[in-house]
Structures are given as C-alpha cells and as structure tokens.
C-alpha cells in the first residue's frame, strides 16, 4: 500500500501511524483500512454496558478526506443498531456534518470512543439518528453478534473477548479523556436533550475499561485533591463560592465519577498553562514595549539629522551664490 501513496504527505503520514497503533484489537473497539485504500477504514465497536446495547457488536466505514486530520472523517454504520441509520452518514461533532467542531488532535480512537458513548444518548433528529425502543435495540444487539461484513468477515471474531481483569489502558487514556469531553461539549450545546442520559453514557464509556483494583500494579488511580469541585447537574462552569465549598467541611470528591474528576484535572492542568504562558508573556511585552520606544527614539533622533543636513546644505548654497554676486560686483 506503502508505494500508492505520497509518503510526504502529511494525511498519508498520519493514517500510517494511526493504523499501526490500532493494529491490535481491544474489548471495545477495533480498526483498519481497507488494503487497497488507505482512506477507507472498517471499525468495529462494542455496545456500551449497562445499556439497551450491551452485548451488541457494530460494524462500520469511515471515509477520510484527503486533507485529513485538519478535516473530520464521516461515519457510516453497516450494522442494523436501532440507533445509527445504516448505510448513511450520520451526523455527530466528530464527523463530517460538523467540521467547525473538529479539532486535528482527535484520532480515529477518539471518533470510535465517541461513537460507543454516543450510542445510548438522543438522537435530538439529527441526521442518520433513529429512535427505536429499548425492547427493539436490545433484539438488534443480540441479532449483531452474528453480523458479518463482505469485506471483513464476521465481526463477532475481529474484538477480543471480555475478560475480567481490569485492562491496561495508558495507549487509549488521552483518546478516552478527549472522547468525555466531546460528549460533555456535545450536551451542553444541546440544551432541550436530557443531560443525565448523556453524562451517564460518557462514564459507562470510559469506566469500563478504568482499571478499579488499587493493589493491581498495572493499575493507574487518578489522586483526588481537596480543590476539586463537586459535580454539578449544569453545565454551567464552576464558580469561586463553589470552589470554596467544596474544598470545605461539605464538599468531598470520592463520590464524585472519575469522568468528572479527569475533566476538573484537566481543566486545572490548562488552567496552570494559561497561568504560567501569561508570565511568560508580561517580560516579552515590556521588552516589546522597550523596544518601540527605542525605535521611536532612534526614528526622532535620525529625523533631527536630516534636518539639520539640510539646512546647512542650503546654507552653503546660499554663501556660494552670495559669493557669485560679490565677485560679479566688484570685479566685472
């Protein structure tokens, strides 16, 4: 496939890469593309437990652009899900409906969490979206496992099976947090969809794989700090007082859902970033603002030049033509 492609390209590079690191199968996800064309993936998800799609398999394409990862990649669903439109592409902030909220450092791991997460919550009529019972998505998850695809074969074979162990999830931890924040982003621009069924679907998502045994040395518990900040039901973003009372007496953080917990992280991480980018820029601006004033100076000063070398210019002019006169005076 290598010798079809632009190696310089920077897509071609970044689809390379990407397919190296989903060349293993996981529980929940799995994707490749196509032999004969690098811009054509097959992926396949699991359904998202403690859901009307748990136990579900679900076989998919993915069309990248060409100037992929600056444009998102549109999604179709091939298996019949009870959610998703087959056969069409549907409309999520991480597909092709919606490049104004596409970001370049999302992945094709990130689109396939966000699928998994996205699968429980409304449709709102989105496009490609259906609105089947739970009875009917529950028939349909059954009816999955058995599914094959054309080009892939059966796709109950191509995930590896569910196992109890708590899963080593450190190649997917960035993916995972990018996918809760786009859910999380994705429900608050959506006022009139419930926002329970959307958060709730996000932590299933991401702890399902969260490793939960704190003696297990492959596990990763997130520490939890007095500043973090009780969840709250809105979205609207935390307040001062709120910060102060959570901190306090009444506020405690072990019942709060590791979603939440990771996006307070983060937001305090950007939030030291942006504090420590604005100290590095006061000196850039004072040496800036040093620097205008010495060109300023300098631009005055070479101003006061030139003028005075012109007025001595015209002074020696005016002698020699005085000069001129005299001696035309006096000697003709």
């Avoid at 996800?29 to 998800?45: G, K, S």
């Avoid at 919606?98 to 791991?109: I, K």
């Avoid at 009780?230 to 405690?252: L, V």
């Amino acid at each position: 496939m290598e010798g079809q492609y632009n190696l310089r390209s920077p897509a071609v590079k970044r689809l390379m890469r990407e397919a190296q690191e989903l060349n293993e199968a996981t529980e929940e996800y799995f994707a490749q593309p196509l032999e004969d064309n690098l811009f054509e993936w097959h992926f396949t998800v699991r359904g998202p437990p403690e859901s009307e799609f748990e136990g579900g398999i679900y076989h998919g394409r993915v069309i990248l652009p060409p100037d992929y990862p600056m444009k998102p990649p549109s999604i179709i669903l091939l298996t019949p899900n009870g959610r998703f439109e087959t056969n069409k592409k549907i409309c999520l902030s991480i597909s092709g409906h919606h490049p104004e909220s596409w970001q370049p450092s999302w992945s094709l791991r990130t689109a396939l969490l966000a699928i998994i997460g996205f699968m429980p919550t409304h449709g709102s009529g989105a496009i490609g979206s259906l609105d089947y019972s739970a009875e009917e998505r529950k028939q349909l998850a059954k009816k999955s496992q058995t599914w094959s695809c054309s080009n892939c074969g059966p796709i109950a074979k191509l995930l590896k099976e569910r196992s109890q162990e708590p899963q080593d999830i450190a190649a997917d931890k960035e993916a995972r947090e990018q996918a809760a924040q786009i859910m999380f982003k994705d429900a608050s621009e959506r006022p009139g969809t419930p926002r329970t069924s959307e958060s709730s679907a996000v932590e299933r998502t991401t702890a399902s794989a969260t490793p939960t045994q704190p003696n297990s040395s492959n596990s990763k518990v997130q520490p939890s700090t007095n500043t973090e900040v009780k969840a709250s039901t809105s979205d609207a973003p935390a307040t001062p007082q709120a910060t102060e009372s959570a901190s306090g007496t009444g506020g405690t953080t072990e019942d709060m859902p590791d979603t939440v917990k990771r996006r307070l992280a983060a937001a305090r991480i950007l939030a030291q970033r942006a504090e420590r980018l604005a100290q590095q820029q006061q000196p850039l601006a004072a040496l800036a603002e040093e620097t205008g004033t010495a060109n300023r100076t300098t631009r005055a000063s070479s101003g006061d030049n030139l003028r005075m070398a012109c007025d001595v210019a015209i002074w020696l002019v005016g002698s020699a033509f005085v000069g001129l006169l005299i001696r035309r005076a006096f000697f003709l």
